[in-house]
């Protein structure tokens, strides 16, 4: 099935493409905050609570759930920004890797958090930059490791509020370490994955393919990654 139509330009389709997880998500984030606000109820239960069995649900929930508008607005505007680069940068693997980030960070948190309830997008927001910043990093290409000149240039001050040293009590630091250890180990993998790559000569050129393409050859499957 096709997501989109196929007289779009390429470069159409890869914005596109970045943008939908992102707007989903902050949808989501947005339409649970509201709802919480609308109800005057409170949806910290929804969080992790670590080394307990109510804390659990958290681990897929916590990231819906924020203390306040300036807490979710300053989440949104990172969460946007990062998981659109991943989107476009990273396309094949980007699904993959922002659903591992979102579990494993808070299975972390989960265990070595204090007992408190922790919400909050900040996790995931730290496993991409973490993750954008050492992937480029390690990249012999010119656009992911821009990429990550600008992560490291817009969040380098995030690394600070990852211990407890200094940092407001009522800011989840397990949280955004937990969030910076699977995005790092991700980063390493990834790049320990990647094959050689191959030089392209003049007469080839590298054939681009997109999970929303129909595929018109009958009877060859979708090369959806």
């Known amino acids: 099935m096709a997501l989109f139509k196929k007289n779009m330009d390429m470069h159409t389709r890869l914005l596109y493409h970045a943008l939908v997880y992102p707007l989903f998500f902050l949808f989501c984030f947005w339409f649970v905050f509201f709802v919480e606000w609308f109800l005057k109820a409170d949806f910290k239960e929804f969080g992790v609570y670590p080394l307990a069995l109510k804390g659990l649900k958290g ?30 940068n990273y396309r094949h693997i980007a699904l993959r890797v922002f659903i591992l980030i979102w579990l494993v960070s808070g299975s972390i948190l989960w265990i070595i958090g204090r007992q408190n309830w922790h919400i909050g ?26 990429t990550s000149l600008i992560v490291a240039f817009l969040y380098g001050s995030m690394v600070w ?58 009877n060859t499957p979708n090369d959806a990654v």
Do not use: C
């Not at 929930?61 to 680069?85: G, R, V, Y």
């Not at 955004?176 to 003049?202: F, M, N, Q, R, W």
């Open 59 to 88: 681990i897929i929930t916590m990231p819906f759930i924020h203390a306040d508008f300036k807490h979710l607005f300053a989440n949104s505007a990172a969460f946007f920004l990062l998981t659109t680069l991943l989107f476009s």
């Open 121 to 146: 997008a900040s996790g995931v927001v730290y496993g991409i930059a973490f993750f954008l910043f050492l992937r480029g990093f390690f990249s012999k290409k010119i656009q992911l490791a821009a």
């Open 161 to 218: 509020y990852m211990f407890p040293l200094g940092v407001d009590r009522h800011i989840s630091w397990e949280g955004h370490l937990s969030g910076a250890v699977i995005g790092s180990l991700l980063a390493i993998y990834y790049k320990l994955k990647e094959p050689p790559e191959i030089p392209i000569t003049d007469n080839e050129e590298e054939e681009v393919e997109y999970d929303w393409q129909v595929d018109e050859v009958k």
